[in-house]
């Protein structure tokens, strides 16, 4: 794979690539090699406040808001076009840049295209009010409208995917947009904001301010004229983002970090539930929120379990992300790669067994973790609690349902969770017990765009999917109308009339 790109990322503001205006940059590093791709524009409140000014005004003045819904929704499936006509280039950009294997990336960048389709067709369908007829006296209906400007603040994993979640649903529903791509991945949000300008939206609707979160990040979520921020990362710096926003009373969504139990029953279908817990931590590199990072196996097959995960560890490919067999990937950046080797120095200071596959040498320049077992871990341990956001899995075994519910629940997250069983009275009950906003039973990670996303405890607040976004990118306005002439109360008339009595 190419370590090189030819040009600097600039900004997206107000309809034009543009650089920063102190001329900084950084330089954004390719996660095999560890050698520079490109310079990125580094942009700070200077930029922030230019890309917010440009969509406050598209948003308040600006042909956007006027504009007719079927307008709009062109706008919205011409985006969809021009990702499915470059998904080879934006599946290359974004394997190069983040280090997800090539045949994983190119499913990713399907599926930006079709949350462009999905809420286009949601917002024409589904965007709808409720009426309601009092008496002979009233109707009351309620209305969405768009908010205003939405700061969308978007993570390293699968980054391209992840934005255009996000951007979908905030044009679709007719607010304008300044996208913070995380720094450790620019790529393809430079070419979002290609395909979007290509798509002829009027200047100002969508913009991108590259940087830091420290500098652009803080600076948007603190910007008066921004209504409303969207989030997906770490816990910490959500909490972070909330206390900034508060004095401009912002409306926040936050898709924040997991550590999602699988439990698999003794009555499970056990080599679907084996196919479904390798995919679920090892596939993305293990950097996904909704990774299946703790297994609690039934003790009656724990050994027959364990011992089958552990061939299945030793045969996963790592290599070259763009290599199509490739199957797991080097981590996106050598801080985290730091972060992850800490966990596993944790692990063994803990007492866990660490079993893992060697990384070939010719692989020596990347930022590889080999797809890793905990093994004799407990619950209470710091990689049975904390997130490691990589390829690796905390093996747990448990004896009763009673028990491994106690056990999945007794960590801060609540994202995802997953069960493997064939008593499907069991599998509802277990379902139902887990603390976590997702729950799948008998499955692997799949989405349905028509359902919410989001968690519970430190892993979220809010849902987005579906007609669920609706309540995050609309303002909710009720019409109160008259259809009779009710009774009003008349104070003050009747001093008026005795005071006109006592004249005449």
Not at 171 to 193: F, H, I, M, Q, R
Not at 433 to 457: C, E, T
């Amino acid at each position: 794979m190419s370590s090189s790109y030819e040009k600097t990322v600039l900004h997206y503001i107000n309809g034009e690539f543009v650089p920063s205006a102190s001329g900084e940059t950084f330089t954004n590093i390719n996660p095999f090699t560890n050698e520079a791709i490109n310079p990125v524009a580094e942009g700070t409140k200077t930029e922030i406040d230019s890309a917010v000014k440009s969509a406050k005004e598209a948003f308040k003045t600006g042909t956007w808001g006027k504009m007719k819904l079927s307008d709009r929704l062109k706008h919205i499936h011409r985006i969809a076009d021009l990702i499915d006509r470059d998904i080879e280039q934006v599946a290359h950009l974004e394997s190069l840049d983040t280090g997800l294997p090539i045949s994983q990336t190119k499913k990713m960048v399907a599926r930006a295209a079709d949350n462009f389709r999905f809420y286009a067709e949601m917002v024409k369908n589904r965007m709808v009010g409720e009426a309601y007829h009092v008496d002979d006296e009233f109707i009351n209906y309620t209305i969405q409208k768009p908010v205003g400007v939405a700061g969308l603040i978007t993570p390293w994993n699968a980054p391209f995917m992840l934005e255009t979640w996000k951007v979908a649903p905030a044009l679709a529903t007719g607010n304008t947009v300044v996208l913070k791509p995380a720094e450790w991945s620019p790529l393809t949000a430079n070419k979002l904001g290609e395909i979007i300008h290509e798509a002829g939206l009027p200047e100002g609707v969508f913009n991108i301010v590259h940087g830091f979160g420290e500098t652009a990040g803080a600076a948007l979520v603190a910007h008066q004229d921004v209504q409303l921020i969207s989030f997906t990362g770490e816990t910490k710096t959500g909490s972070e983002i909330m206390r900034n926003g508060a004095d401009s009373l912002k409306r926040f969504s936050m898709e924040l970090g997991g550590k999602s139990p699988i439990i698999v029953f003794d009555d499970c279908d056990v080599e679907r539930a084996l196919d479904a817990c390798v995919w679920g931590i090892f596939s993305f590199n293990g950097e996904r929120c909704t990774a299946n990072s703790r297994l609690f196996v039934q003790e009656s097959i724990s050994e027959t379990f364990i011992s089958a995960l552990k061939k299945r560890v030793l045969n996963i490919i790592v290599g070259d992300p763009s290599h199509a067999d490739t199957e797991v990937g080097p981590l996106i950046h050598k801080d985290h790669y730091e972060n992850v080797k800490r966990y596993l120095k944790i692990a063994e200071d803990e007492g866990s067994e660490i079993f893992a596959a060697e990384v070939p040498k010719h692989l020596s320049k990347g930022n590889f973790i080999p797809p890793t077992l905990l093994l004799k871990v407990k619950n209470d341990m710091t990689v049975a609690q904390e997130e490691i956001f990589g390829p690796v899995l905390t093996v747990m075994t448990f004896q009763t349902e009673e028990e491994v519910v106690e056990m999945a629940n007794d960590v801060k997250y609540g994202l995802a969770g997953y069960v493997w069983t064939n008593d499907m009275k069991k599998g509802h009950r277990v379902a139902g017990a887990v603390d976590a906003g997702m729950l799948w039973v008998n499955s692997q990670n799949v989405r349905d765009l028509r359902i919410p996303f989001g968690g519970s405890k430190s892993s979220g607040i809010g849902r987005e999917g579906g007609h669920y976004a609706f309540e995050f990118y609309t303002e909710m306005k009720v019409v109160h109308v008259a259809v009779g002439d009710h009774h009003i109360q008349q104070f003050g008339k009747k001093n008026i009339a005795a005071s006109a009595n006592t004249n005449a």
